[in-house]
């Protein structure tokens, strides 16, 4: 799924047939959310605003997060709205698309919690239970069909998660065009029911922790060095990708084997003048990732006069000195974690990466000369 606003581009990058090595499925229909609206379309759009009309509407409840995620053969959208019409409220209905109708499934507690599909066709999905051990909300995840009438089965009771708080400083929507793309933070939730356990992400640094219900333990998927973030679960469910940040403030690519839990691991290069922090992360189909990555090139207060800047100040509630002008790039990583470039843009952040058949897609958050104008 990819969200569109007035500063949200979405991009489509047709990679090198040696990239992926399964035949290539049928990249659309592609779910997209355009002013607060839920729609499916037959291929990319003309422009963000043609999408009402070259798109199906599913949903226009105010809903937050959709949370729309396609079944892994591509037949089913499954989707969240909000239960009681407000966009902030926990009340979610869970549904799903056929390709002819929304089917409503399940309503609950569902928060910000993602959803997800089982490599069988079903979909995982996380409740809270308003109980707290500790200072972790304890919470149910649960398996469903996707057809009318089906009966949700609880897959896991009482699973510890650790909840998010915070924000952004920033007035002007470049964060939370971010945040509403990928999540709090940008960090990307991720929920799983795999072979070797609920692989999920926590908020307590936005950790990746592995839950393995059948002993009630859970590892975090990291290291002393750091926490683990920005998760993307391999097509397989075999291995989970991830974020670190190491000493010296640079990012490192983690590929985790579930199974046995040894690390692999990407320091992304040293960067002469800032750091280049990682945004996004994708899997390919033979193993590789795609990751997309920003960097603070500029600033976009530099040239203002003093009335000006006082403009700005008021704006913030305090003297700022300082709006990134960030660039983005796109790069592919091996297998063998030999890193290329695929393209540089001018952007805020690159949010989100979906690898469909031979093509990646990405979504991209402009940078603020237009706010700063």
Not at 103 to 116: E, K, M, S
Not at 163 to 189: A, Y
Not at 337 to 357: A, D, F, K, N
Request: charged residues 15%.
């Amino acid at each position: 799924m990819l969200w569109f606003k007035r500063l949200l581009l979405l991009c489509v990058l047709l990679l090198p047939p040696v990239a992926l090595a399964q035949p290539a499925p049928t990249i659309f229909p592609l779910a997209v959310v355009y002013e607060e609206a839920l729609y499916v379309l037959a291929a990319p759009p003309t422009t963000p605003a043609a999408i009402p009309t070259e798109g199906v509407l599913l949903s226009d409840t105010p809903t937050y997060h959709y949370q729309a995620v396609w079944s892994p053969d591509g037949r089913w959208l499954a989707y969240t709205v909000s239960a009681d019409g407000d966009s902030a409220s926990p009340q979610k209905t869970l549904r799903v698309w056929d390709g002819r109708q929304s089917i409503d499934l399940v309503t609950g507690t569902f928060g910000a919690f993602p959803i997800y599909w089982t490599r069988d066709g079903r979909i995982v999905y996380m409740l809270e239970t308003g109980v707290y051990q500790g200072e972790a909300l304890l919470t149910q995840v649960y398996t469903i069909a996707p057809e009318a009438g089906a009966q949700p089965d609880l897959a896991v009771d009482n699973m510890p998660f650790a909840p998010c708080f915070g924000g952004s400083s920033f007035p002007m929507p470049m964060d939370w065009l971010t945040w509403e793309d990928s999540d709090f933070g940008g960090s990307r939730p991720l929920l799983a029911l795999t072979d070797y356990g609920v692989v999920y992400s926590e908020c307590k640094g936005t950790d990746i922790a592995l839950y393995r219900p059948f002993t009630d333990t859970s590892d975090d998927v990291s290291d002393p060095l750091g926490d683990l973030s920005y998760g993307a679960l391999s097509p397989d469910q075999t291995r989970v990708a991830g974020k670190r940040r190491v000493r010296g403030g640079r990012d490192q690519i983690v590929n985790i084997d579930l199974l046995t839990m040894t690390e692999t691991h990407y320091r992304l290069p040293e960067a002469q003048d800032a750091p280049e922090y990682l945004s996004a992360l994708a899997w390919g189909g033979d193993g590789s990732l795609y990751y997309a990555t920003w960097q603070t090139t500029g600033n976009l207060l530099t040239g203002l006069d003093a009335a000006q800047q006082a403009i700005i100040n008021t704006e913030f509630g305090f003297e700022n000195t300082l709006i990134p002008q960030n660039t983005v790039r796109v790069y592919h990583l091996s297998p063998e974690m030999e890193s290329t470039p695929l393209l540089e843009l001018p952007g805020y952040s690159i949010p989100r990466m979906q690898v469909r058949g031979s093509t990646l897609l990405f979504s991209v958050v402009s940078n603020g000369e237009n706010w700063v104008a």
